[in-house]
């Protein structure tokens, strides 16, 4: 099962951006689709972006609207997801995951493996 850790979460303020990193083992990213959830207290995990193994991309447009980006470099077996004009309803513990090609992309029960997640907070 893939080990993913992620980092670059924290506190900003609203309208700033962060940038967040999944490191993934070796080949991880170029052979499996991966994707960034997130999860408020109280709330259901939600999906927020997916990118395939062929570098297409879905997003929850509802929630990040143009303001996310997920890109991955396979040599470096790395996610990202750019955040940008963040808003206090951002505020989350951010997972990234990794699911075999076929699955549906945007249910979390199609990742078998999840990171242990960092914590975005945005203040007002």
């Known amino acids: 099962q893939a080990q993913l850790v992620e980092s670059g979460g924290g506190l900003v303020q609203a309208g700033e951006s962060l940038r967040l990193s999944c490191a993934a083992p070796p080949r991880t990213v170029m052979w499996y689709n991966m994707a960034w959830f997130r999860q408020a207290p109280g709330k259901e995990r939600e999906f927020v972006a997916a990118i395939a193994r062929t570098g297409s991309t879905t997003y929850n447009v509802d929630a990040v609207k143009g303001r996310f980006t997920i890109s991955k470099d396979d040599r470096k077996s790395t996610v990202y997801l750019q955040m940008a004009s963040l808003k206090p309803e951002d505020t989350a513990v951010y997972y990234c995951?990794?699911?075999?090609?076929?699955?549906?992309?945007?249910?979390?029960?199609?990742?078998?493996?999840w990171g242990q997640g960092t914590q975005v907070t945005v203040s007002a």
């Open positions: 995951a990794a699911a075999e090609p076929g699955n549906p992309t945007r249910a979390p029960a199609s990742y078998k493996a």
